[in-house]
């Protein structure tokens, strides 16, 4: 237990670190902005008013609302203390509602969309990759290009596409949105069928953009390991192929779950992006509108939560690679 | 070096990417000269003209006309004039006037052209029939007769002193004009966007911008994680735990979320495509700089760095003589990558609206974006979106194909 322990500690003190970095990023990237951003967004709120009192009020209400008339510790400590009590500011945009608030009526669509779909093709791919590794002759041959091609499509492309043809041609699916435009969120039978409905599309059109992308790694990860000495001295003993085959995959699936780890922040961007095509209601439509109308707390709220989510997704699939890798707890005795 | 481009260049997969890609760049070099002229013209009123040849209408009058007895010009010329909705409208008129309608389909507009000769009549008052609607039939009836017969249309001027109409010429349904003749005949093969501009010059053009933004953002990326990796992974000790720290930090946090904070800083008027590429480059080096440090620390202690080192040569010299030649298959396999994602990154950033400023350059992404701003995959405007996608599909198919290959050249196990 020793290892695990020791395993466990460094990769929580890791998200911990990572954690204020991010914070930290969150903080002063936008702060980085050339010119006074307050001066900015002023100028955009007051268009067409000629009163000078006026925009001096809107400049000092936003000034004090981000505090940039004090010193930057101290507006960090401010930011870091108001996020501790889930304050992330009030939105422009939707004024006066508040940005938690937004962003947790959108965060659970975003994760209910986003991770089934990842896993789903994150699993399909490797199935896939495994499957031309072992099979090589002609299968891999036609399916290695044509995988390698779909993965090439952008999550958003594909979203177009299959929203076109389901939703526009063959009008098997919703266009637009996560329910019904004519319901309120409830926990009625019409809704929860609406809601699986709008589901359909921008689930598969994730799920089939990562397919590629793993299908590819698992490939070559599998005919790595095929070659590999061990697999030749266990044929060489006569040990049965099914057998083989199994340890193979085993080992080639351990670094496809750290290949997940690492690239769970590229796929969660590309399906916020996806989103958009789908005014899904989650967090991508909102960094979108965000954007559009220059509502800064807004997006700054939504990409530290997106951040948060993609670390706390790393740090359980380290947990998890911990106790699947007999290697991890090996390494930790050295 | 010879021997080993020799060896790519056998890799089928590579050829093939290679070859796509070179087709995509020559397309890039040589439309342009063919098609001259600022792709961000806007050269048509309004949004999404269908692809197609356009003929100008005021010079096809002027030109010499030749007359053809084609037998179903007619028959065509009614049909066109009809609706799917006129259709269904003739076919509820049929009903409400008790015509009987066994056998008929909508679809087949001569049948339903005849029958509705043969049977309407303004006489006839269906019950039930609002007078607009009886209205309605009246117009309809005219212009299906007004295609059918056979009077000439009359072009007139209007006379520069007094302002009479003044005959110019007359048309006649027989008279066509060659294509070849008309002076102002422009050609669309992807109509045009929702500016009214060209879309495949603008796509040609978007094409060579995306690709140049890739390529900035790849050198970029990939010299800042060469230059990384190679420091900590060469001199160990505290550099190398301050360049773990910051490639631990950054691979865990998104570069997207990193690229909207950053784009998000920069105001719309100062992201040029340059801009936009350089901010992609700096947030995308992770993963050249963690993999350049494992390779590095696997080399640094072998036998001919060792001696090198011994020989006394300076840090610069073992690295680009005895390190650099030995992950530079590695490097270059690294960059197609990032050139791929960066021209991906783009697309994304400008589909949020953080992408370069439009009015500068067209890039892939903007055009996209734009497309989807006004609806083109809603209102059946394919020629504005899905080229994009295809394209950005091949580019990256095409730098995936040469980096699959050579990862089958470099290492062996994975050869077919």
Known sequence: MKGYRKYFGKKILWLVITFIAALLLNFILPRLMPGDPVAAMTAKQAKGLSEASAVKAIYDNYAREFGTNKPITEQFFTYVGNLAHGDMGTSFSQYPRKVSDIISDAILWTICLQFPAIIIGWFLGNLLGALAAYIRKGFDKVLMPLTLFFSSIPAFGMAVILLVVFAINLKVAPISGGYGFDMLPNFSWNFVLSVIQHYQLPFWSIVLVSIGGQAVGMRSMSIYELNADYVKYARFLGIKDKKVVGYVFRNAMLPQVTGLALSIGTMVGGALVAEIIFSYPGLGTTIYQGIAMADYPLISGATLIITIMVLIATFVLDIIYGFIDPRVKAAQFE | ?416
């Open chain 2, 1 to 416: 070096m010879k021997n080993t481009i020799r060896q790519v260049f056998h890799s089928p997969k590579f050829l093939v990417g290679f070859c796509i890609f070179v087709v995509i760049l020559l397309t890039i070099i040589i439309y342009p000269l063919i098609n001259p002229g600022n792709p961000l013209q806007m050269i048509g009123l309004g949004t999404f003209a269908k692809p197609g040849t356009y003929v100008s209408l005021y010079d096809s009058i002027n030109t010499e006309t030749s007359t053809l007895k084609l037998p179903d010009a007619d028959e065509k010329r009614v049909a066109s004039a009809l609706s799917a909705e006129d259709k269904v409208n003739m076919v509820n008129w049929f009903v409400a006037a008790g015509v009987s309608i066994e056998g008929l389909n909508v679809n087949d507009t001569e049948a339903l052209i005849e029958l509705w000769k043969a049977n309407y009549d303004t006489a006839v008052k269906p019950s039930g029939m609002t007078k607009a609607m009886r209205n309605y039939y009246a117009r309809l009836n005219e212009s299906i007769n007004a295609s059918a017969n056979s009077e000439e249309l009359t072009v007139t001027e209007p006379d520069e002193s007094t302002g009479e109409p003044v005959e110019k010429a007359k048309i006649a349904k027989t008279d066509y004009v060659n294509v070849g003749d008309v002076t102002n005949v422009k050609t669309l093969p992807l109509g045009t966007d929702n500016f009214g501009r060209d879309t495949l010059k603008e796509l040609v053009s978007a094409c060579g911008t995306s690709i140049r933004i890739g390529l900035i953002a790849g050198t970029v990326a990939t010299l800042i994680g060469l230059l990384l990796g190679l420091l900590g992974g060469y001199l160990g000790g505290v550099v190398d735990d301050i360049v773990m720290f910051f490639t631990n930090i950054f691979t865990v946090i998104p570069s997207f979320v990193l690229l909207i904070l950053i784009s998000n800083s920069i105001n719309q008027d100062q992201r040029g495509a340059t801009t936009v590429a350089l901010v992609i480059g700096l947030t995308s080096w992770v993963w050249t700089a963690r993999s350049v440090r494992s390779q590095v620390i696997s080399l640094r202690n072998r036998d001919h760095v060792n001696l090198s080192r011994l020989s006394g040569h300076s840090l610069p010299r073992i690295i680009l003589t005895d390190i650099l030649p030995y992950i530079a298959s590695y490097v270059v396999m690294a960059f197609i990558l990032q050139v791929s994602s960066g021209i991906l990154a783009e697309a994304q950033l400008s589909l949020l609206g953080l992408g370069p400023k439009t009015t500068e350059v067209p890039t892939l992404g903007l055009m996209m974006n734009w497309a989807m701003l006004y609806s083109a995959h809603l209102n059946g405007s394919w020629w504005a979106y899905f080229p994009v996608i295809l394209t950005i599909a091949f580019i990256s198919f095409s730098l995936n194909l040469m980096n699959t290959g050579l990862d089958q050249v470099f290492n062996p196990t994975l050869r077919d």
